[in-house]
């Protein structure tokens, strides 16, 4: 069964941090991109980062750029967001996406894949 587990979300003061996971499962992950997204109470699926099936590119939204950085270790199948300086605004359910597009095309549909359930992440002012 293909499968993508989000965990790491919680409750967070502005300032603080957090560290996302993604743990995949059911596939080759190496062979993946992958994408975490969000949705903040109320609003759209937000697209936040996109990093290529080796690790060698990513690519950020302008609204978390230098302060997120996403990472993957490809022996334990695992995706990681790393939230620094972390703003009320970054307040969402967070999701991991997988897709075997190619990193470039991906960017261009960053929501064509599989998901998982979400974790929550809240970050009080």
């Known amino acids: 069964e293909v499968q993508l587990v989000e965990s790491g979300g919680g409750l967070v003061q502005s300032g603080g941090s957090l560290r996302l996971s993604c743990v995949a499962s059911?596939?080759?992950?190496?062979?993946?991109?992958i994408t975490w997204a969000r949705q903040a109470p109320g609003k759209g699926l937000e697209w936040v980062s996109t990093i290529s099936s080796s690790g060698d590119s990513a690519s950020y939204d302008d609204s978390v750029k230098g302060r997120f950085t996403i990472s993957r270790d490809n022996r334990k199948n695992t995706l990681y967001l790393q939230m620094n300086n972390l703003e009320s605004e970054d307040t969402a359910v967070y999701y991991c996406?997988?897709?075997?597009?190619?990193?470039?095309?991906?960017?261009?549909?960053?929501?064509?894949?599989?998901w998982g359930q979400g974790t929550q992440v809240t970050v009080s002012s």
């Open positions: 059911g596939f080759t992950f190496d062979h993946y991109a």
């Open positions: 996406s997988a897709s075997t597009r190619a990193y470039d095309d991906y960017l261009q549909c960053p929501y064509d894949g599989f």
